[in-house]
Nanobody
Framework: QVQLAESGGGSVQAGGSLRLSCATS????????MAWFRQAPGKERERVAS????????YYADFVKGRFTISQNNAKNTLYLEMNSLKPEDTAMYFC????????????????????WGQGTQVTVSS
């Protein structure tokens, strides 16, 4: 059974940093998408960053490029999101998600294609 558990959210001032972690278990496919999404109140869930394995192809949304970094540990059972230069508009619930299996990179682009989700961790950035 696949399980995802996020941690690391919190409240910071604009310009600050946070590191989100997503502990995973039950992942069985070498070819998969691992991603961070976020959802602010009244807005649609949007993909922030993703990694496609086994090629480690990374994707970043334009609104986080140069500020956020997605990574995995060597065992590929923990996903991270390093967030720097945070802005008030980054305030949202952040979710870890995976699509298992994912034979092709393009599958990482569609929110509905992700079949496992964590419960989310709240990030609040004050001005």
């Amino acid at each position: 059974q696949v399980q995802l558990a996020e941690s690391g959210g919190g409240s910071v001032q604009a310009g600050g940093s946070l590191r989100l972690s997503c502990a995973t278990s039950g992942l069985t496919y070498a070819s998969a998408c691992m991603a961070w999404f976020r959802q602010a109140p009244g807005k649609e869930r949007e993909r922030v960053a993703s990694i496609f394995s086994p090629n480690d192809i990374e994707y970043y949304a334009d609104f986080v490029k140069g500020r956020f970094t997605i990574s995995q540990n060597n065992a590929k059972n923990t996903l991270y999101l390093e967030m720097n230069s945070l802005k008030p508009e980054d305030t949202a619930m952040y979710f870890c998600a995976t699509r298992q299996p994912a034979p092709y990179n393009y599958m990482c682009a569609t929110t509905s294609s992700y079949n496992y989700w964590g419960q989310g961790t709240q990030v609040t950035v004050s001005s």
